[in-house]
């Protein structure tokens, strides 16, 4: 089987850590700046960084249009930190939640933790929250994988995985290859079983 | 069960402004420009590089202020300078929460022997060099960021060029340097044995590292990013120049897309006025460069 093609959406941030993250586990990363580079992909990271810049920047580079269009016709994303505000029904709109920024606050209040993720296993991850922030709130087709408090940190929506913490920064690579499974399967959403919501329309992307 | 303030928390962060502008305002309007304009971060400083130069007088930490005016506007990250070895401006602006501080040679030394002792902060730092060794003796104190020095309020790049290619040349020497040669070269080096042995190791500095010193154009930003930067920061070059809101645009777009000329180009086209510039050769002549403030 060759290699899956994962683009790393490489605006702004440390998209880097994801390329290495991924083809350590035998992806082929491509850093994707232009819409003709998503071309091809089995799916998409679009990475922490500052989700201003990302959004400016996707928005300047016709990526924001690109982006929508990859994620309707089936090609699962996944958002780390910055890149879960950017996939919020605020900005792209792939999925069916709203972020709240900095939810945990500026640097000092940055952390790490211990976090149990559905569909990771039995052990807990090591989760790196860096201004991070969590699901204010969400809708019916969002599952919740992981929470801090009460706060949804991991979530999926259909073939979209965010997460509010940066597993790219740990040796840890089960996130990783917990997306590139979602890859695996294929570009019919409705063959991928245990999703909730799976083959239903989204309304606010294809406007 | 949660930890803050650990190292990979501290470098983190600026692994999060990889492939970005940080860029020099001086107060709430300029901040919230530089944010429109599509920075990563924004640095907090009483006046510009350039100013700071014209002005002359001693440079000192922000007014804490100006500062919060600064986080209220905006909400990427704030950064704020600390004068060289003075621990208390920058307990000062931990208790603000910035979220970095520049220990900064651009402000006037406090300290002409000791920088601060970085690994007793939570808040992390950045710290400018203009070598390898600086830089390892920067990180050994505990930075978690470094930039190149560059000559600030210059608009000149030469000095940033001749500091990223010595940094990154020493990091390809060590990283190719036999295990017994390396306590010889962190002597030589004057750094830490155990930051000399992580370089060799992996063949990079265990930090992020950034251009600083002298960008006044979005080719300027994509000569440095060829260079081996991972995100630039700009001083005068933005807030000094004729049109800064476009200029803070271009320069933005050309850190991104460094290795596309053509879209350098684009970026470049009706900017009007650059920064004026300033030979690198009168300042050291009159004894006016920041470069060489605590080494």
């Known amino acids: 089987m060759p290699a899956l093609r994962i683009g790393v959406l490489a605006i702004q941030g440390d998209f880097a850590a994801h390329q290495t993250m991924l083809a350590g586990l035998g992806a082929e990363a ?51 930190c910055a890149g879960m505000i950017v996939c919020d029904r605020e900005h792209l709109g792939l999925a069916d939640y709203r972020c709240r920024r900095n939810a945990f606050g500026r640097q000092l209040q940055s952390f790490e933790r211990d976090l149990l993720v559905e569909g990771l296993g039995d052990e807990p991850i090591r989760a790196v929250f860096i201004r991070a922030p969590w699901v204010e709130q969400h809708g019916p087709s969002v599952e919740v994988l992981a929470e801090v408090d009460g706060h949804p940190v991991a979530v999926r929506d259909a073939n979209v ?46 406007a | 069960m949660a930890e803050r303030a650990t190292f990979r928390l501290k470098t983190g962060l600026a692994e999060m402004l990889k492939g970005g502008v940080i860029m020099d305002v001086v107060d709430a309007e300029q901040a919230k420009i530089a944010e429109e304009s599509g920075a ?69 030394p406090a300290d002409e022997s000791n920088h601060i002792e970085k690994l007793a902060f939570e808040v992390p730092f950045v710290c400018g060099a203009t070598d390898l060794g600086e830089a390892l003796r920067r990180i050994g104190e505990g930075a978690a960021m470094i930039r190149s020095k560059g000559e600030a ?12 290619r010595s940094i990154t040349s020493g990091i390809r020497q060590l990283g190719s340097a036999p295990t017994e040669t390396l306590a010889a070269a962190a002597k030589e080096l004057r750094s830490p044995l155990d930051v000399v042995q992580e370089v060799a190791e992996h063949g990079r500095l265990p930090v992020p590292l950034f251009c600083a010193g002298g960008i006044a154009t979005p080719a300027d930003a994509a000569l440095m990013m060829q260079l081996g930067a991972e995100g630039n920061f700009v001083g005068s070059g933005i807030f000094k120049s004729e049109d800064p809101e476009r200029r803070a645009r271009a320069i933005v777009e050309a850190t991104t897309h460094f290795e596309d000329p053509e879209r350098v180009a684009q970026a470049s086209m009706a900017l009007g006025e650059a920064m004026p510039g300033l030979e690198i050769e009168a300042l050291a002549a009159d004894g006016g460069l920041l470069q060489t403030r605590g080494s």
Request: contains cysteine.
């Open chain 1, 30 to 80: 491509v850093a994707v700046r232009s819409p003709a580079e998503l071309l091809e992909l089995d799916g998409l990271v679009i990475p922490g960084g500052e989700s201003t810049t990302i959004s400016k920047g996707m928005a300047r580079d016709g990526l924001d249009e690109a982006v929508r269009a990859l994620s309707e016709a089936g090609t699962p994303v996944m958002g780390s």
């Open chain 1, 161 to 206: 995985l965010s997460v509010a913490f940066h597993a790219e920064l740990t040796d840890d690579s089960r996130l990783h290859a917990y997306f590139m499974a979602l890859c695996t399967t294929g570009m019919s959403s409705a063959s991928r079983p245990g999703m909730p919501g799976a083959s239903r329309g989204m309304p606010w992307a294809g």
């Open chain 2, 40 to 108: 990563c971060a924004v640095m907090a400083l009483e006046r510009v590089p350039a100013d700071i130069r014209a002005d002359g007088g001693v440079a000192r930490m922000s007014n804490p202020a100006m500062i919060k005016a600064i986080q209220e506007t905006v909400t990427i990250p704030v950064m704020a300078k600390a004068r060289i070895g003075h621990f208390a401006e920058a307990q000062v602006l931990q208790s603000l929460e910035v979220d970095y501080i520049d220990e900064s040679e651009v402000l006037t």
């Open chain 2, 153 to 164: 309020g210059t608009g000149n790049i030469v000095e940033a060029v001749r500091h990223m």
